[in-house]
Every structure is written in C-alpha cells, then in structure tokens.
C-alpha cells in the first residue's frame, strides 16, 4: 500500500534500508543533503551528488536522468544528521524552472521493491532546485515528509539557505552540476557514464564525518574539490552572517518537532480561481499513466461542459420558440405593437440565457486550454505531436509505452483546442484508414489519388511512431500493397530497412505474409494456452507486430480473406495489429460477410472528420491525424534512430 | 418547524413534509457541493437457504429540470448527468451497508450544473417491490460535501403502502440554491413511472 502524500504530510519508515526512486518528467540530478537538527549543513559530506556519490548512509544516483535510484541506510546515517533531503535539479541548458515540467514523482520503497510513501511534486514554479522529500528523525525513529519547495536561484542558494557559507555552496552546487553538465554534453549511454563519474570522484573520507560542534568548518579543509576551491573569504564567517536565514521558506523552524503540519492543497490558490494547471496532475504510478489520465480527464471534461452548453442553448432555443408561438396564437396581440414586444421578450430572454452559458463554456475552455498549454510540451513521444521538440531529443525506449496518440480530436465549440486522442497499446483494435470518398464530406471535395496518398502517409506516420516508441527488436511492421500503389509513401520504411520483409506484392505476397503471421498467432495462442511460452519455436518472433494491409482486397482470395479475419480477432490478444488503409466500397462484392470485420477496426480518418463519439454524451468529435510538418524530417530521424538502437542491440 | 438538535458540533435540521431550507452555509457563504444520501436498513433475515424474501433494493435517481422540462436525469443506469455536475455512486441492491450511513449517494457540484437547470429533484423507489412497510431506518440526507457537515434529515417515517417517495428538491433560489423536503409517496419501480407524481411539485 503507497501512501499519496500531499505537501507537509509525512508518514514513518520503518525499516532501515530504503531505498528512494525519483521519476521526473525530465532529466534532472537527484541529490541528497545532509543536515543536523535544525536544517543546518556543516562539515563535509553534506551533499550526496554525482561528483560524490557516497555519504554515510546514502548513495546518490550518478548521472543526469529521468528516473533515480537512491539507496539509503538509516542505520548507517551519522549520527548528528537529523535531516537527509532528497533534492532535484534542474541542469544547466535544459528547462529553466521545475513549472515548466511535468510533475516529478519521489516515493520511498523499501528494499523489495514496495512503494511505502509517494509524492508527486506539484505547484512549482520558478524553482530550478527542490527539496522533494525530506526523511527525519523523530524520537528515535525515521519519518519522511513530502517538502515540494524549493529556490528558483538554484542548488547554490538551497545549500547557502541551510547555513553553508555563499562561496562554499556555490563551488560545491558547481562541482555537483558540473558533473551532470558533462554527461549531457557527453551524449554518451548510460552503461559508460558509471566510468565518467568515477573519475571525477574524489576520494572519500567517511571517517572525517562532519564535526558535532554546530560550527561550520573552513571550506577548504576536507573539501573533495580542495583543490579548486580559493582561501576562505575572512568577512564571511559563517558563525555570524546576519544576511542569511537558516530557515528553510515557509518551513517553521524549531529544535523540538512541531507538531505535524496538516496536509493541505498542494497548490495555495485565489480563492474563486481555478487552481494552475500542472503537467501529470492525476493519479497514475508512473508519469505516463498520469499524463495519460490527465488527457483523458481533459477530454471528459471537455465533453461535458460542451454537454452543458449545448443543453442550454437548445433549451434557450425550445423556450423562445415556445414563447414565439404563444405570442403568434395570444389573441390579445394580434392588434397593437403587444405582439412585437412579447416577440422580442422571448428573444431577450433567449440572449440572456445564451450569453450565461457562454460565459460558463468560456470559463471552462480557458482552464481547460492553459491546461492543455502545460500538458502538450510535457507529452512523451509516444502521446506527443511530431512537431513536438521531445521527437529531437528521442531515444529508443527500453520499455514499450502505455498509450499511442493517434491523432486530435476537437470540437466546432472551439476547434483550436486539441484533445490528443491516445489509445492503449498493446492496441485493443485493429485500426483502419479509410480512404474511400464516399467516408466523409471532406473526403468528397478530395480526388481519389491525393486521398490515397493521404491515408498512406498516414499509416506509415504511424507504423513509424509505433516503432520509435517501442524498445527496439520489440516491435515489427509487415506490409501488404498488392498492387504497389503504396510505394511511394512506404518509401522511407523501406530505404531505412526496418520492416521484417519487403512489402508484400501480388497474390503470392499477400498468401505467404498471410499465411506467416497466421502461424505466429496460432503457435503463441497453444503456447499461452499450454502455459509454455518458451517452448516456442526459436524462429517465431515474440516482437509484437503491425500488419499494414494497403489496396483491400486487391490480390486477396477467399482463403487470405479468411485468415485477414482470423488476424483481426484473434490477433490483438497475442500481440499481432493491423492497420488496414481500405476503401470499405471496394470490397462491397463480399456483400455483408466483412461489416463484422469492419466494425471491429478503428476507423480513423485521413482528412478531419466528425465520426468519433466520446464515451460519456457521444458528441461527434472531429478527429485530425497527426502527420509531420511540411518539409520536417523528423520521420527519418526517428526511423534512424530504430535502425541505430536495433544494431546496437543485436548480438 | 423542524427541531435543531446538537450532533455533536454540528446542528442538524430536521425537516418535516414541505419545509424549504435555504443552502447557505452558517457564515453566508453559499454551498458549492452538496451530496444527497439514502439510507436504508433491509427486513429482518432469517437465512439465506429457502428464503424467498429477497433483499430490498432501493435507488436513488435524480432528475434535473429546466423549467419543468425534464432535461437529464440521474440514476443507476446513467450515473452521471451529461454536463458532469450531478454523479451517482453507484446502485446499491442491499441496503444496510454503513447501519446508518449512506447505502446510496448522489452528489451535485452546485458551481458546474448548467445555468438552465433550475431545479433538481431527488427521487427513492423500490426496485424490487416491497413496499415502505418492510424498510426500517430509511432517511435522506443533504451532506455538505466539501466538509461532511450534516444539512438536514428527512426521515421516510411510517413507511406505508408505497414503493416509492419524491424525497426532496434543491432548486435555484437568487444566486444560490435552497433545499426543499417533499417527502411525497408514489408507486412506481423506476423514476420515470414517477414523472406524473413529480411535475406538481416543479
């Protein structure tokens, strides 16, 4: 069981050995700090970071990353330390303030891996440096307390707050940032950044654990960076610098505990506002799943307020039509200007109600906008739009995603404001393009090539967008074009060598890729089944696998449709998709027989169209794929990315 | 009048037939969310082999008007109004859960129901059949949700040959909202054969 804390709860640790794992939403340094009784640093061994990983009791993480371990021994914490904070940084050159980025999550986990408390960092701003969690002794025993507050000038000011001398911080936030710098710029693997760091280590002196007595030391004895740092500044005694509190802001300061503050909201707001929206502000376990929550919260909340607007304009309208005839049939005006009068009455009155819903649906789509202004940037690539920055600094996942963005959907109530439409991967359905002109009004005013050509870029945007956010070797596009009319658009797959096969051509083709991925499903399907998974034979691929079927039916016969359908419904459960690009018109000959297999695809849009229906009210949303700006090359980059990692990872 | 009576810190009004209570909290504010509970107690049980008295399922259903014009309603099929600001959580098919707590609840985020909707209407039927008569215990209740604070209680007393009661209304009343207890017996096995019995009390 996690406890959820909110900012100032705390909640005991009781074991000694803990471990504490950080998930940002962008690389950050997590360090530790080590304080007395009052907050205060003093002596050496005060900070756990990259340049010095180990301090009694606790080992930071070394390099700049998104996600941290921290290992922590409270036993083996010295014995004046009262206070060891979990601290995150923002590195240099990258976002400039934690506000800017999606909510980073602490939690404590004890050594089999169980979450015993978490907290996700909510409310920053400016901060650039955060003291995220911090564990403390409390009669004899350990808590940890959910801080979330930070100092927008940075690590040094953090360290200069808690009683370090100015000069003395700013050299030791130096040396610690000056590692993470030098990994970032690197650009080097994790696997070698363990040697880089190791390196910069300076020797470790445990034995000189910082001094009971409260008095700050001089900076430079003992110090690891001893041989950077310059003479200790005379006039910045630290035993009397009357400029510098030692309280951490908004954060009481006594020796004996206070009493446990009460949680409270973790964002202090105007009254009668709506609270600022943050990035991956939902509940989830891991940052995917709550910015995946948070976009589905998104468009729920869209579709209701919308639901609520339109209700009161159609009531506003009914009302005014019902006062109109009324008016018309009212025999007392039919002679004079009374009938005029009550006509307008009943318009008035339908402004009036019209314009207070309206002010509410603004009210509402503004939240709802800057919170979608917040959530966007913060996306990973697999929800993220092509032309979103995370697409430049991409790399191969080591874990398959949550969810896929498939396009946007939005409503004729405010069309710039995009919903990404994310599906769950392993995907539930198989999706199907449909370019046929008969599908939708803008589909009508397109001629037939250009429509084609359309779905086609389409479906390979997101044959592409599936294999970069894969891990590599875990994912697998097969493509079926009969006819080869799609080659064009499957260019950059085929030139960047990362579909399984050729595309398929001719009916041999569209057989044999039939007949192959009909196999995998059945021998995984016995497999399962039998409860033997590694008995498979060695040339199955376990890889999950997307089926993209262009120009149905050209070159199917009875049998290739037949196991087309068997794909469609067993597949999806042991991880073979399809993406059919298909003009239902076109395989009308088959009458009836295939509306099963349409209805259990997807159908998405090349062009935007209003077909899709939200769960909740079943407005009809207008869904617009996603596709990579005019020109970008970004598709290429990220496929080079795919060949680069699956090099890499073959043997 | 009702009686106020001490629970604890919190005054209590018991509401009698017909008796309105403005929603406004004790310092002038006015209430954003309100929750709407009933609470029941099943007939006695004497085992569950050969038994053929099946447990009392009671629901609660909540209609939203505007201008007596039935626009949306709330109840165990359809657990959330359209607009999103009245939820029910969820149908209870036995009662007797929380021995005085709420079996089922409705709550309604006053700040977000539609600016046409004036009237809100809160219905109890029995969706098994049993009449009143077999209930015990049952009440209605308004909770201030943002701090549980009790509002007022409505007790379905006497019970009665009946299988469903027209609880009670929250309607607009200037800027805010007030609370009207109807406790008005009826027939039916779902709100909508209630309809006829509801549209007097608009």
């Known amino acids: 069981m996690t406890a959820e804390l909110v900012r100032g709860q705390n909640h005991p640790v009781s074991q000694s050995r803990v471990e504490i794992r950080v998930s940002a939403g962008t690389p950050v340094l997590a360090l530790a700090s080590l304080a007395d009784e009052q907050g205060r640093f003093s002596g050496d061994g005060i900070l756990a970071h990259p340049g010095a990983r180990s301090q009694p009791g606790v080992r930071s993480p070394g390099e700049l990353a998104e996600r941290h371990t921290f290992a922590v021994d409270l036993d083996e914490v010295a014995a004046d330390v009262h206070r060891l904070g979990v601290l995150l940084v923002l590195p240099p050159g990258g976002p400039v303030r934690f506000g800017a980025v999606p909510a980073s999550y602490v939690a404590v986990a004890d050594p089999d891996g169980a979450e015993l408390a978490g907290y996700t960092l909510t409310g920053l701003d400016a901060e650039t440096a955060v003291v995220a969690l911090e564990l403390y002794r409390r009669q004899g025993a350990w808590k940890v307390r959910a801080v979330g507050q930070g100092y927008a000038e940075g690590l040094g000011a953090l360290l200069t707050d808690g009683g370090l001398p100015a000069p003395h911080a700013a050299e030791l936030a130096a040396a610690a940032l000056r590692t993470a710098a030098r990994t970032a710029e690197a650009d080097i693997t994790l696997a070698t950044m363990p040697t880089l760091v190791g390196d910069l280590r300076a020797p470790q002196t445990p034995a000189q654990a910082p001094a009971p007595a409260p008095e700050p030391p001089d900076p430079v004895v003992g110090h ?17 610098p009357p400029t510098i509190s030692y309280a951490h802001p908004r954060r009481r300061r006594t020796s004996t505990e206070p009493p446990e503050p009460a949680p409270r909201a973790a964002a202090p707001q105007e009254p009668g506002q709506a ?5 991956g502000d939902a509940s989830g376990w891991s940052m995917e799943e709550r910015l995946y929550n948070q976009v589905w919260g998104m468009f729920e909340d869209l579709a209701r307020t919308v639901a609520a607007y339109r209700s009161a304009v159609e009531f506003a309208d009914s009302r005014m039509d019902r006062e109109l005839d ?17 006509r307008d009455t009943a318009r008035a009155r339908r402004e009036e109600l019209v314009a207070q819903a309206q002010a509410v649906l603004d009210r509402d789509l503004t939240q709802l906008i800057a919170e979608s202004e917040v959530v966007e940037p913060a996306l990973p690539a697999a929800y993220a739009r092509w032309d979103n920055p995370v697409w430049h600094g991409h790399r191969t996942p080591e874990e398959s995603p949550l969810a896929l963005r498939l396009g946007d959907l939005h409503l004729p109530e405010r069309p710039d404001l995009r919903i990404p439409m994310l599906t769950r991967v392993p995907l539930e359905r198989g999706l199907w393009i449909d370019n046929g002109r008969t ?9 037939t090539d250009r429509l084609r050509r359309a779905a086609m870029d389409m479906a390979v945007a997101l044959a592409v967008r599936l294999l970069a956010v894969h891990p590599a070797d875990r994912f697998s596009v097969h493509v079926i074009d009969a006819a080869g009319a799609g080659s064009a658009s499957l260019e950059p797959l085929v030139r960047a060598g990362v579909l399984a096969a050729p595309p398929a051509a001719g009916a041999t083709g569209v057989t044999q890729t039939l007949a192959r991925l009909t196999r995998r499903v059945d021998l995984v399907q016995m497999a399962l089944r039998a409860g033997a998974p590694e008995d498979l034979p060695p040339d199955v691929d376990t890889a ?16 290739a449709v037949t196991q087309l359908r068997y794909l469609a419904d067993e597949g999806a459960a042991v991880g073979v998709h399809l993406l059919m690009i298909a003009d239902r018109d076109e395989a009308s000959a088959y009458g009836p027989l295939l509306d099963p297999l349409w209805r259990s695809l997807m159908r998405l849009s090349p062009v935007p169209d209003n077909h899709l229906a939200d769960p909740w009210v079943h407005h009809a949303w207008t869904f617009e794929p996603d596709l990579p700006p005019q020109g970008s090359r970004v598709l290429d980059q990220a496929l080079d990315r795919v060949v680069e990692a699956r090099r890499t990872t073959r043997p | 009048m009702g009686r106020a009576r001490e629970r604890g810190q919190y005054v209590t009004v018991n509401m009698t037939k017909g008796q309105a209570i403005s929603l406004q909290k004790a310092d002038g504010g006015t209430l954003t969310a309100v929750r709407m509970g009933l609470g029941w107690q099943a007939a006695k049980r004497r085992g569950l082999f050969g038994s053929r008295t099946r447990e009392i399922d009671l629901d609660a259903s909540a209609v939203l008007f505007a201008d007596k014009q039935p626009v949306d309603v709330v109840f165990f099929r359809h657990l959330q109004s359209d607009d999103g600001s009245v939820r029910h959580t969820g149908d209870n098919l036995v009662g007797g859960v929380g021995q005085g707590g709420d079996d089922e609840a409705i709550l309604v985020d006053l700040q977000r129901v539609p600016v046409h909707i004036d009237q809100i209407v809160f219905t109890v039927n029995s969706f098994t059949g049993q009449t009143f008569q077999e209930v015990q215990n049952a009440f209605c209740r308004i909770v201030d949700e943002t701090n549980g604070q009790e509002l007022a209680r409505y007790t379905l007393d006497g019970g009665g040959q009946y299988t469903a009661q027209i609880m009670a209304k929250v309607s607009r009343a200037g800027a805010g909202w007030q609370m009207t207890a109807l406790g008005n017996p009826a027939n039916g096995r779902t709100f909508q054969d209630l309809m006829p019995a509801i549209l007097p009390h608009l």
């Open chain 1, 326 to 342: 009324e008016a018309l049939s009212d025999p007392r005006h039919r002679l004079g200007g009374s009938g005029n009068a009550a």
């Open chain 1, 544 to 559: 999950d696998q997307l089926l993209i079927v262009h120009d149905f039916p050209h070159g199917f016969d009875d049998r």
């Open chain 1, 224 to 240: 690891p960076y001893a041989g950077t740092s310059g003479p200790a500044p005379g006039g910045d005694t630290p035993a009397s």
């Open chain 1, 439 to 447: 599908g939708s009004e803008a589909a009508m005013t397109m001629d």
């Open chain 1, 275 to 279: 609270p600022r929206p943050v990035a």
